[in-house]
T-cell receptor, first 116, second 108 residues
Framework: DTAVSQTPKYLVTQMGNDKSIKCEQN?????MYWYKQDSKKFLKIMFS???????INETVPNRFSPKSPDKAHLNLHINSLELGDSAVYFCASSQERQARTNEKLFFGSGTQLSVL | KQEVTQIPAALSVPEGENLVLNCSFTDSAIYNLQWFRQDPGKGLTSLLL?????REQTSGRLNASLDKSSGRSTLYIAASQPGDSATYLC???????FGTGTRLTVIP
């Protein structure tokens, strides 16, 4: 009964390829997020969706495109992968919109992306 | 833009010791602050969330305090155990700006 699940756990690919990471939450939350954690363990928000609507879009290359088919899913598509994209990507969810939430954040276990 | 700093970056203590982890932030206009725990190869687990109107929250051996005016929060861990070994991160507000964490090792 994993609350926030993301797949795959590991992703190894060549530069220039296109890849996707899937995320699903079964908590009934309205808001989902994608974060990137770099090699120095610095965690940075990339996107946030509330009820399928994009509410946060930080300075992220447009090669990264989130897609939310419904409020329980937020997938991350990455085109033309570069070496610098290597990192751990975390999906998360919370009950309310990011700016006003007083609800805890629930994380997936992460996807370690390695671009060769 | 909010900047979050956690000092020290790493901390080793013997089992049973009480300890304090620190979190500093530059913009005091926050809705809340959240403390997380991250185990190697895992996602973050929320430990405590303090709303801006609160000064502290407690859960078991953990106590988190918030002083908005000074831009500081502390996480107090009582009677530390080897199972407490992990990286502890704070975020303000709880979903946006994360510190780089304090890696805690509790030595049996």
């Amino acid at each position: 009964d994993t609350a926030v699940s993301q797949t795959p756990k590991y992703l190894v690919t060549q530069m220039g390829n296109d890849k996707s990471i899937k995320c699903e939450q079964n908590l009934g939350h309205d808001t989902m997020y994608w974060y990137k954690q770099d090699s120095k363990k610095f965690l940075k928000i990339m996107f946030s969706y509330n009820n399928k609507e994009l509410i946060i879009n930080e300075t992220v290359p447009n090669r990264f495109s989130p897609k939310s088919p419904d409020k329980a899913h937020l997938n991350l598509h990455i085109n033309s992968l570069e070496l610098g994209d290597s990192a751990v990507y975390f999906c998360a969810s919370s009950q309310e919109r990011q700016a006003r939430t007083n609800e805890k954040l629930f994380f997936g276990s992460g996807t370690q992306l390695s671009v060769l | 833009k909010q900047e979050v700093t956690q000092i020290p970056a790493a901390l080793s203590v013997p089992e049973g010791e009480n300890l304090v982890l620190n979190c500093s932030f530059t913009d005091s206009a926050i809705y809340n602050l959240q403390w997380f725990r991250q185990d190697p190869g895992k996602g973050l687990t929320s430990l405590l969330l303090i709303q801006s109107s609160q000064r502290e929250q407690t859960s078991g051996r953990l106590n988190a305090s918030l002083d908005k005016s000074s831009g500081r929060s502390t996480l107090y861990i009582a009677a530390s155990q080897p199972g407490d070994s992990a990286t502890y991160l704070c975020a303000v507000p709880g979903n946006l700006f994360f510190g780089t964490g304090t890696r805690l090792t509790v030595i049996p």
